[in-house]
């Protein structure tokens, strides 16, 4: 296996086309519709140290190594792991590394697209003035209404995965490029908007910002260390091959450590915010902190129910996230996709066909685990719960750990000095460290932390 020098899927424009697209891929349900929630299941600030700890030491420099691999390799995640190894004269196994990003995807994306259906449910009733006025109980019982209906939900994601096969099938670099440019900021402004909003409750803001930031580690158990891991890379969108594939599109001389911290400032940005928007109305309306994943569906309301333009800031909100949710579902989709060209030899729209198709259907665990299906439980955990806590805070993570020891051992230093491009000075031996010990180290500990092994 030769390895090209340009993918045969294009390349981005220029180095903002791929922070564009990657921060697209990065800012979406995770950050406000996962973290808050998570965060309030998990206690509140010690756990956020830990996720924003995980973003620092594992997501930066594993950012870092995807998007060197998929640059170097320039295929789907399997080719790409496959090809440079033989480079290396390493095992041909590496390619199973890429398999299960490939798998992941199918996974995220499966509940994903469920989830952004919601938020698709919520712009014509945000747009009509259902919110006016919304008492706390008004706004869960809008949202019990909706996931309580399987059918709704259906026409939801099949709505969504629609729309993000349309991008897929004409190639990501043509149609997100532009999306993302407008779309970011504008959700970044109503998150402010709102984050003014609650400041102007008084107490239960300062009660927000203490619940986010005052570090109590007592809180916090064994699995909320591990989930706070998983969603860092899950935020990041990293583990699976999504990031690998992006960076495959890139320029040969776009610096990648610039742009990785870029991204992950910009995401963790949004997470923040998103945080200090809907803690104020948890707590001025005496709602539970640890409402799980339907938290952002009955809080929010409450404001835009309240606020002078609710209604349009409301319907605006709820559009742009889902426009949020499709750049990073895109992104999902497309490394199973390039995968499915690249090995079949079948064109783009088929593979988009095939890949969503399955994709679609997997879906339906997820919607029938709101409604029907909410007693079908494995280990505890419904089916939504199962796939998002296999996926985040499992395969991810296995991925991202494996992902740090191939560049870091099984890559040879000449190689990711050449391809980092950022010379072999001090700040290369960091990214070394951090690839070859630290990530590996810290993913293990939890993992052995989470399995009793430690105690
Ligand atoms: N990062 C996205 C979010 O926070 C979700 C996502 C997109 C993702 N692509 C991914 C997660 C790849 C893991 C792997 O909403």
Not at 397 to 410: E, S, V
């Amino acid at each position: 296996m030769e390895r090209p020098v340009k993918s045969i899927h294009g390349e981005w424009t220029s180095r903002w086309a791929f922070i564009l697209a990657a921060t697209g891929s990065a800012v979406g349900l995770g950050n406000i519709w996962k973290f808050p929630y998570i965060t309030g299941e998990n206690g509140g600030g010690a756990f956020v140290i830990v996720y924003l700890a995980c973003i620092a030491i594992i997501g930066i420099p594993l950012m870092m190594s995807e998007i060197l691999i998929g640059r170097r390799g320039r295929q789907n995640p399997i080719n790409t792991l496959a090809t440079i190894a033989k480079e290396e004269n390493r095992s041909p196994h590496w390619r199973w590394l890429g398999a299960m990003g490939v798998l992941t995807g199918f996974l995220i994306l499966s509940y994903y697209s469920v989830i952004a259906g919601q938020a698709m449910a919520y712009v014509p009733r945000a747009f009509a003035g259902v919110f006016e006025g919304v008492t706390a109980d008004g706004a869960i019982s809008i949202h019990k209404a909706i996931v309580s209906d399987p059918e709704r939900l259906l026409a939801w994601h099949t709505l969504f995965m629609l729309m993000t096969m349309a991008v897929v099938v004409r190639g990501v670099q043509k149609g997100l490029e532009k999306s993302v440019r407008i779309i970011m900021p504008l959700l970044f402004i109503i998150l402010l908007m709102l984050v003014a909003y609650g400041f102007n409750t008084g107490a239960p803001f300062h009660q927000s910002v203490d619940f986010l930031f005052a570090t109590d580690f007592s809180k916090l158990t064994h699995t909320g260390v591990l989930t706070a891991m998983g969603h860092a890379f899950f935020t990041l969108s990293l583990g699976m091959g999504a990031i690998m594939v992006y960076g495959s599109y890139l320029p040969q001389k776009t610096s990648i450590l610039k742009v990785s911290v870029t991204i992950a400032l910009m995401d963790t940005t949004v997470a923040l915010l998103a945080g200090l928007a809907i803690f104020p109305l948890v707590f001025a309306n005496g709602l539970e902190p640890g409402a799980g994943p339907s938290l952002i569906f009955e809080t929010l309301p409450i404001a835009f129910g309240h606020m002078a333009g609710g209604q349009w800031f409301g319907g605006f909100f709820f559009m742009l996230l889902v426009f949020a949710a499709w750049s990073s579902g895109i992104s999902l989709v497309e490394p199973i996709v390039v995968w499915l060209v690249e090995i079949r030899d079948i064109t783009r729209l088929r593979a988009t066909v095939y890949a969503g198709s399955i994709i679609w259907l997997l879906g339906l665990l997820t919607i029938f685990s709101f409604n029907i299906g909410m007693t079908w439980t494995l280990f505890g955990m419904t089916m939504f719960e199962l796939l998002d806590y296999l996926t985040a805070n499992i395969m991810l993570p296995l991925g991202g750990l494996l992902i740090a020891i191939f560049a870091g051992w099984t890559m040879k230093r000449s190689s990711t000095v050449d391809e980092l491009g950022m010379g072999d000075g001090w700040l290369y031996s960091v990214w070394r460290t951090l690839a070859r010990y630290i990530t590996p180290f810290a993913i293990v500990i939890i993992f052995a932390n989470l399995i009793g092994v430690l105690n």
